[in-house]
């Protein structure tokens, strides 16, 4: 509950208010609308424009969305992209946050012995740039290296070996769990917190009632972290839509081999800045943008509307 | 078993810490390869430096062939200046919403927080446009003021949440001792702010270090690169240089890593404490 | 029901040591209350005959088995939380039959258990109710219909009332006392409010610092407090104490002075002479007059009147407080000098231990 508003305040006069205003507000507001609300709405005035060989900009309307996905030329990777994108986000739904789930699990269990160690190392991948990551994972991976080959064939599995990253097949999926392998401390950590909010009596009445500690987990935790789980879901979403640095750094801006690791982040900014197979097309590049980001408010929106309103918060 | 046994159960620290190896393996395997010869890196890469393979050649051609100085004093400056603006304006804003409410503030509020959800980096190509028209292209400028406005949404609503937990009165008698607003807000209200400097510091600090992307788009010139970008096209240039590439990683991850493991209580609480929110 | 046997109970978290050596015999249909300040260990006991928490050594039987091992389900005992611990996800009925459900007991007993229970606690109409929508006092009766469907060979309260308000308090636990006489059920009830624990004891154990102090029925450690602490815990406004000394001892008498009083004569028996002694008598027991085997006197200082009786604080001759009962409409005024008696066996003598002289 926010404190009541004091009444000296409320009895300010309004010239006074105004002033305080300006000077508390204004410099935030005044640098977040021009750096963070104008370029978006810049971009999409954007990318209703074309620009021709001069540099003359003309105005088009929705052209760029018909080339954009109806010109083969242009829907073929962005499809791709989309595609690939959408894997990206089902291997981290489906690998990083049931494992976050169960690792904030076991480190809430009371009476656990080093507790603050285990939470410290867990959470320091997310702390590293992914530069760092992506590379540190591509030479670890790599056939040259045989680091991972040989760990495999200690374990006797050696067969299952092979260069995944540089398979078309293999490399989206070994990116993703990568960046799995960074970012699983986030739903870790979010949801440790939310777990702590239980409180220990609603726990020992579950147990008195004859619950083991798996049913607790699933009949009583679970339902209670729903609102923060479906919080993650929702960021994650977010980010993997907007990721770009992880591919990049390990594949480039062509996201090979032959473009089966490219993602919206990639092809966006091939678009834009253009590489060695294409000049870059600001206009082009302002309309997958605005595709990206309406991409982005779909799925938020969907979660604000669906999820937020079924989803109680228990007063705990 | 009771649930104190369980939680001592040897299942539950095998889980733990085979994925705790998992965490830090590979960066651990990363440094302790970068101090080895480049035939001990391939012939053992499980084994530690001992005498015989120990080498710094890595590390000597990254100083040599790169300004990792320079990118390390960049990122230093990006990231310290834009966390003090976004802690300072952030505040200010914070402050203004939650205790000079006027008709507009929950509209005000809300227009702010769009920026937690929408990534400020599709507007790119404006951002680019509009930093070369102001001749700001290429400058630490131009990223202090793109990660400030990136940043200022999510501590203007962490702090707000922190404000509103300041009793009323302790406010109210400032004032009616005739002290001016500018004066209660520096020294009645920030001191008071200090446990969420913590959380704001982790929601920031850390994307702006890590960012590649607008480094890589509005800097051009090497000695306005930063770490991580610098890094990247290091290793995007010597590749084959193992010795090199292992030692450019281990510079990148080092400084990090000590900074973590030193505030690493501090981190966690906050993160924990902020995110119940 | 069945009873409960705990022998030489120890906890110790490292070097602190909860709970020392306790040890309690609970027949069956009993109502124990466990009472004491914050601290002195008895929400730690009911935890660890609930089988929350594990005993550093000792020994719990219940219904004749011996449970030290056994999980919290096992034991056949039902418990009723401070703050209700209601689960906020589940309906009234739900929340009822959860646990029996994992228990293995088939859906037309537990229909029949919860009719059972909603009945006895009148929550017939709250059954499809979600806790959040349900007063405190509901909660509570949810709480409790919860132990009642699980047919517990001992049900555990911990400090069921303290989040309720004055009113509320005084309804449920005459509801708590009603549901006792009905089931004939056996209950150890924990609370750090004496007139809870008088009101609904079969028997008392007072704790303090992990030990038991005396263990016995309400009226019992009113009239006989074994030491020090009980008689100071037990009864409302607390008993006076006044600091005493024996002055002489001859012909199988000691003779006791103090401040505040006049000489006291006891019975000798083990006191000898300078023996330092706490006298003390309950307000209750203190009647205006000037002559009787206590006799105290002093300046009044303050008198709380509440109606029918009224209690005036005198302020004695070393400087302390005393409170006397003073019953009718006459009451006596702040300065007025008071001399105020007690009869012998209201006068509870205690040595220097804390223990009390016979």
């Known amino acids: 509950m926010p404190e009541p508003v004091s009444q000296i305040v409320a009895q300010m006069p309004r010239g006074k208010r105004a002033g305080l205003l300006l000077l508390f507000l204004g410099p935030a507001v005044a640098i977040y609308s021009l750096f963070s609300i104008y370029p978006l709405i810049a971009t999409m005035a954007l990318s209703t424009y074309t620009s021709d060989p001069s540099g003359a900009r003309h105005f088009v309307g929705l052209a760029n969305f018909e080339t954009l996905l109806g010109n083969s030329l242009w829907s073929k990777p962005f499809w791709n992209a989309l595609g690939n994108n959408l894997i990206f986000f089902t291997v981290h739904m489906c690998v990083q946050n049931p494992i976050g789930i169960a690792l904030a699990g076991l480190l809430s269990l009371p009476g656990l012995k080093l507790k603050g160690l285990y939470r410290t190392v867990m959470f320091l991948p997310t702390m590293l740039s992914v530069v760092i990551v992506g590379f540190s994972w591509n030479l670890i991976l790599s056939p040259l290296w045989g680091v991972a080959s040989g760990a495999l064939k200690a374990v006797g599995l050696g067969s299952l070996f092979a260069p995944w990253l540089g398979l078309e097949s293999s490399a989206l999926v070994t990116l993703s769990l990568i960046s799995v392998w960074q970012f699983v401390g986030i739903p870790m950590m979010l949801i440790y917190a939310a777990l702590l909010n239980i409180p220990e009596e609603l726990i020992d009445a579950a147990r008195v009632d004859g619950l083991g500690h798996f049913r607790i987990f699933f009949h009583i935790k679970l339902p209670l972290i729903l609102p923060t789980i479906s919080l993650i879901s929702v960021l994650t979403f977010v980010a993997n839509f907007n990721a770009f640095d992880l591919i990049y750094s390990v594949k480039g801006a062509l996201a090979g081999p032959n473009f089966s690791t490219d993602i919206l982040g990639t092809f966006f900014y091939r678009t834009f800045f253009g590489n060695q197979l294409q000049l870059g097309n600001p206009t082009m590049g302002a309309a997958v943008a605005t595709v990206m980001f309406f991409i982005i408010l779909v799925g938020v929106c969907l979660y604000l509307f669906l999820v937020q309103r079924r989803i109680r918060r228990y007063a705990l | 078993m009771t649930i104190e046994q369980r939680a001592r159960s040897v299942g539950v620290h095998l889980v733990l810490v085979a994925y705790s190896a998992l965490a830090v393996g590979p960066l651990l395997l990363v440094v302790m390869n970068s101090f080895k010869t480049r035939s001990a890196i391939f012939g053992a890469p499980l084994a530690p430096p001992d005498a015989a393979t120990f080498s710094l050649v890595g590390y000597e051609k990254v100083f040599r062939a790169s300004n990792i100085l320079t990118y390390f004093s960049n990122s230093l400056i990006v990231t310290l200046v834009s966390m003090a603006l976004v802690l300072l304006l952030g505040a200010m804003a914070a402050w203004a919403l939650t205790e000079y409410r006027f008709r507009g503030s929950t509209v005000l509020a809300l227009f702010l927080s769009i920026g937690i959800m929408v990534p400020i980096r599709l507007g790119s190509v404006a951002i680019l446009n509009m930093m070369r028209s102001a001749g700001l292209n290429d400058t630490l400028t131009a990223l202090i003021l793109i990660y400030v406005a990136q940043g200022l949404p999510m501590a203007i609503f962490i702090l707000s949440e922190f404000i509103q937990q300041i009793p009323t009165d302790l406010r109210d008698a400032a004032r009616c001792d005739g002290v001016p607003e500018t004066r209660i807000f520096l020294e009645v209200i920030a001191p008071l702010l200090r446990p969420a400097i913590a959380t704001v510091a982790v929601f920031t600090i850390v994307p702006i270090w890590n960012d590649l992307w607008f480094p890589l788009i509005l800097t051009s010139s090497d000695s306005t690169h930063t770490v991580t970008l610098g890094v990247q096209q290091f290793l995007g240039q010597y590749i084959t240089d193992w010795n090199s590439v292992l030692a450019a990683l281990s510079m990148a991850i080092l400084p990090v890593v000590v900074i973590y493991v030193i505030l690493s209580r501090q981190l966690i609480a906050g993160l924990t404490s902020g995110a119940v929110k | ?358």
Not at chain 3, 158 to 180: F, G, K, M, Q, Y
Not at chain 3, 328 to 342: D, N, Q, S, V, Y
């Open chain 3, 1 to 358: 029901m069945a009873n409960l046997r705990i022998e030489h109970l120890n906890k110790r978290y490292g070097a602190a040591t909860v709970l020392n050596d306790v040890s309690l015999s609970i027949e069956a249909g009993e109502f124990v209350v466990l009472v004491g300040p914050s601290g002195c260990g008895k929400s730690t006991l009911l935890r660890m005959i609930a089988g929350l928490d594990g005993a550093s050594s000792g020994d719990i039987h219940i219904a004749g088995r011996l449970v030290n091992t056994l999980a919290p389900a096992e034991r056949g005992i039902a418990m009723v939380f401070q703050s209700y611990a209601l689960y906020p996800h589940m309906d009234v009925r739900k929340n009822m039959t959860f646990g029996l459900k994992f228990t293995g007991v088939p859906p037309a007993e537990r229909k029949r258990r919860v009719a059972e229970a909603a009945r006895m606690l009148r929550l017939e109409d709250l059954l499809e109710r979600y806790p959040r929508d349900l007063s405190g006092g509901q909660r509570q009766r949810v709480a409790i219909g919860r132990a009642i469907v699980r047919e517990p060979a001992v049900f555990l309260f911990d400090e069921p009332l303290s989040n309720l308000d004055a009113a509320l308090r005084v309804s449920t636990r005459v509801e708590i006392a009603r549901l006792h006489r009905m089931l004939k059920a056996t209950i150890v009830y924990v609370t750090h409010d004496q007139v809870e624990a008088m009101t609904l004891a079969d028997r008392i154990v007072v704790m303090n610092k992990g030990r038991l102090e005396q263990v016995g029925k309400p009226l019992d450690l009113y009239y006989a407090p074994a030491n020090l602490f009980v008689a100071g815990f037990i009864g409302s406004p607390a008993m006076n104490f006044f600091e005493a000394k024996v002055e002489s001892v001859e012909g199988g008498r000691a003779r006791v002075t103090g401040a505040g009083f006049r000489n006291l004569d006891l019975p000798a028996t083990a006191l000898k002479v300078g023996d330092a002694l706490t006298v003390g008598v309950r307000p209750e027991h203190l009647a205006q007059g000037t002559t009787g085997p206590f006799v105290a006197e002093g300046v009044v200082e303050l008198v709380e009147r509440l109606g029918e009786s009224s209690f005036a604080h005198v302020r004695r001759a070393d400087d302390r407080l005393f409170v006397a009962e003073v019953r009718g409409r006459e009451t006596p005024t702040p300065g007025e000098r008071m001399t105020l008696i007690a009869a012998a066996q209201d006068v509870h003598v205690f040595d220097a231990s804390g223990l009390r002289v016979s």
